[in-house]
């Protein structure tokens, strides 16, 4: 029986991987560096609510305040979104303070202001998801929208992927794939409002699809690299993998390992399956390092003194 904790990942809305390759996890809070490109976004803000001829001390003094909220919703997303996460981030200062452009228009400047200032007491940096987390049903299109015009959807999607905890090969093979199948929004929007991508009729299996059939190979090396993170010999992993992988129900495979909810397919018996290839390809210690018991008796000897 493979043990509850780890081996049988659950997607859930993260935005990375929480300690291990096997949990792919769509949201959460990261805590990474700040980059030095947040000057172009602010001046981007700055540039754009100046512009205007003269007026009144009353107008002049509005203006000034408009353009400093500005700055400050640009700079906190900016923050939030091209913040450097494992350097694969899909915004630059230029496209988040598009975005936070976009969105002043969009949802008007003292909605972003609010979202922005909530965010900053959870030190947004690096995730989206706590600025736009606060989107209402009504918004997040708009926002979506606003996001869709401000990036390349293409080469996004993949970046994300990544993001999200996948390899690299496995990012460049699926992402566009989803992109085809039309999910490349439900990827972006789990990555920027932290919504869950497995509820969106369709995606899981699409997502499966595209891991077991024309991605198989980036699958079973990303397989590869989940079991040597739990201490498994690359040797022993790769046996596992190739028997994963040459099983007729790979994709049943795919689908109860990633833990992608699917109610047509029967966990139990995949489990027992993925186990029992684990058996045959793994030492007892590796075994043991994964929780599954072989059912295996001991025979205990004792010696009799005379």
């Known amino acids: 029986m493979l043990r509850d904790a780890g081996m049988a990942p659950v997607f859930v809305s993260c935005v990375r991987r929480a300690g291990t390759a096997s949990q792919r996890l769509w949201r959460s809070v990261v805590t990474v560096r700040r980059v030095s490109i947040l000057a172009l976004g602010v001046a981007l803000a700055l540039g754009l609510a100046a512009c205007g001829g003269g007026g009144t001390a009353t107008t002049t003094t509005t203006a000034t305040t408009a353009a400093g909220d500005a700055a400050s919703v640009t700079e906190a997303v900016v923050a939030a979104l091209a913040t450097d996460i494992g350097e694969t981030s899909p915004f630059d200062a230029a496209s988040a303070g598009c975005v936070a452009l976009g969105a002043i ?61 996948f390899t690299t090969d496995v990012a460049v093979c699926a992402g566009p794939a989803l ?36 991605c198989a190979d980036a699958t079973r090396l990303l397989l590869v690299d989940d079991l040597v993170i739990y201490g498994v010999s690359t040797e022993s992993a790769t046996c596992a993998a190739d028997a994963f992988g040459e099983a007729d129900n790979f994709a049943e495979v795919v689908t109860v390992w990633m833990g992608i909810p699917d109610e047509t397919v029967d966990t139990t018996a995949i489990n027992d399956q993925m186990t029992q290839a684990l058996i045959d390809c793994l030492t007892d210690d590796e075994l043991v390092a994964l929780g599954i018991d072989t059912g295996a008796e001991t025979t205990v000897t004792t010696t009799t003194q005379p």
């Not at 972003?112 to 736009?132: C, N, Q």
């Not at 199948?181 to 499966?208: H, K, L, R, W, Y």
Request: glycine share 12%.
């Open 179 to 214: 992109v085809a199948d039309g999910f490349g929004e439900t990827i972006m929007e789990a990555f920027v409002v932290g919504s869950d991508p497995t509820i969106v009729t369709g995606f899981n299996a699409a997502f499966v699809d595209a891991l077991a059939g024309p």
């Open 105 to 165: 228009d969009a949802v008007g400047l003292d909605r972003m202001v609010s979202v922005t200032a909530a965010a900053a007491a959870d030190a947004g940096l690096g995730d989206p998801t706590l600025i736009f987390g606060q989107m209402t049903d009504g918004e997040i299109p708009l926002m979506m929208t606003v996001v869709e015009g401000c990036v390349d959807i293409d080469s996004a999607v993949p970046a994300v992927i990544e993001i999200f905890g």
